[in-house]
């Protein structure tokens, strides 16, 4: 029968991949396909993949109730098939709502379903006896409700667990984990921040300088209050898209959001506290603040994802990841941050600034003293060699005129 449905809303829809931050032990890899229209969540199909790509099995295929029977989980499951076109589908057992859309629904590839194929084809991904009772149960719900459920191309319908068992289990292997490596690429982590009006225009205006922008959203922030619940991912655009999924998730802000990523350089593993690490992203499990340095910071309003600012650090900006409390901040994290995570003044200098150089500045005076004696004693006049004295000689007379004698 098929699914009643009457389109999507003009405002337009957009769908994501992003990784799932699961602290389960689960050797596969968490992920999501989100549906948005607008500002709001409208599905949401939540599954898991293994680590080499090539099979995924769907945990819960979720549309809110305000975009419902518009055929939103159809271009959903539509764009899972597209997203991993070489991959093993296993769908696993439906409620009877699951059971009814599925009814409806027309797989582009039903020859990747592995409940359409025989065990022997895909049995080292998937737990053989697990498959069979999935299919027995869904068997069991569309005879419940009087759905056909694609019956024909289901594949050995009700075969006895058992045989499934002896001819599959044994061929089952299990996946190998994979884990973000911190010192083989730099780690990028996200905040969502409302910012006051004045910094949201200066931050965001292109015409000016990105260095001054990023030093103001810097100073905003705190150097000290990097985000501590994030988890650091292996690609700024991983980052984005967990600021993302906040904005959708969570409370709409009272402002303009502007998502800001903050790029740190690999990292020495042995050097970090405990870590919970996913396969492209990483926690810090810290209770006293985390000394990092920043080499680059991103930022862009979360209604234009397509123009994003970026700023680069040579040399990196020291900062640090924010304490559980400020009752938890380590020494040093204290010494450098206030309790709000903002940087401490330089230190006033004293009323005596070089009382503690008082033996070096008496050397350096007494230096300059005997440097000034010894030009004076340079500049001094010297005596001159005496010489013998030249007697006096009187000038001759001239003769005393007589009469007749002209003068």
């Not at 939103?72 to 991959?87: I, N, Q």
């Not at 084809?121 to 737990?127: K, L, S």
């Not at 931050?203 to 994030?230: E, Q, S, Y």
């Not at 996913?278 to 680059?296: K, M, N, P, Q, W």
Request: aromatic letters at 8%; hydrophobic letters at 40%.
């Amino acid at each position: 029968m098929p699914q009643e449905t009457h389109g999507l809303p003009d405002e337009g829809l957009s769908l994501w991949l992003t990784e799932g931050k699961d602290r389960s032990s689960a050797l596969w890899l968490g992920r999501h396909l989100v549906a948005s229209i607008g500002r709001s969540v409208a599905g949401q199909i939540d599954f898991f993949l293994h680590p080499d790509g090539q099979a995924l099995k769907v945990g819960m295929l979720r549309v809110h109730p305000d975009f419902q029977r518009r055929g939103l989980a159809s271009v959903m499951m539509d764009a899972l098939y597209a997203a991993y076109p070489t991959a093993w589908i296993n769908h696993g057992w439906r409620t009877p709502q699951g059971a009814r859309w599925w009814n409806g629904y027309q797989e582009p590839a039903p020859q990747r379903n592995i409940h359409n194929r025989p065990p022997g084809e895909w049995a080292d991904y998937f737990d053989a006896v697990d498959i069979a009772a999935d299919k027995a149960q869904n068997a069991h719900t569309n005879t419940s409700y009087g759905l056909d459920g694609h019956q024909d191309a289901v594949y050995r319908y009700g075969e006895h667990l058992e045989t499934e068992a002896a001819l599959h289990t044994a061929a089952f292997r299990p996946a190998t984990p994979v884990c973000v490596d911190p010192m083989a690429q730099p780690l990028h982590g996200a905040a969502r921040l409302v910012l006051p009006p004045a910094i949201h225009d200066f931050v965001h205006d292109c015409t000016k300088d990105r260095h001054a922008r990023a030093a103001a959203l810097f100073d905003h922030i705190g150097h000290g209050n990097l985000p501590r619940d994030a988890y650091w991912n292996a690609t700024r655009n991983a980052a984005f898209a967990d600021a993302h999924h906040e904005e959708l998730f969570n409370s709409q802000p009272s402002g303009p959001a502007t998502h800001v990523v903050f790029t740190l350089p690999p990292v020495d593993i042995d050097l970090l506290p405990q870590a919970h690490a996913l396969a492209t992203s990483i926690e810090f499990r810290h209770r006293g603040g985390l000394e990092v340095a920043v080499t680059e910071l991103s930022w862009r309003q979360a209604d234009h994802p397509h123009i994003t600012h970026t700023a680069e650090f040579t040399p990196a900006v020291p900062a640090a990841i924010a304490p559980l409390s400020a009752q938890y901040a380590s020494t040093a994290y204290q010494n450098r941050y206030d309790e709000k995570g903002f940087l401490r003044p330089a230190p006033r200098r004293d009323a005596q600034p070089f009382a503690d150089r008082a033996a070096q500045i008496q050397a350096l005076a007494e230096r300059l003293l005997r440097d000034q004696a010894s030009r004076l004693r340079a500049l001094r006049p010297q005596p001159t060699t005496p010489q013998t004295a030249v007697p006096h000689q009187q000038a001759p007379q001239q003769p005393t005129p007589g009469p007749g004698r002209r003068a």
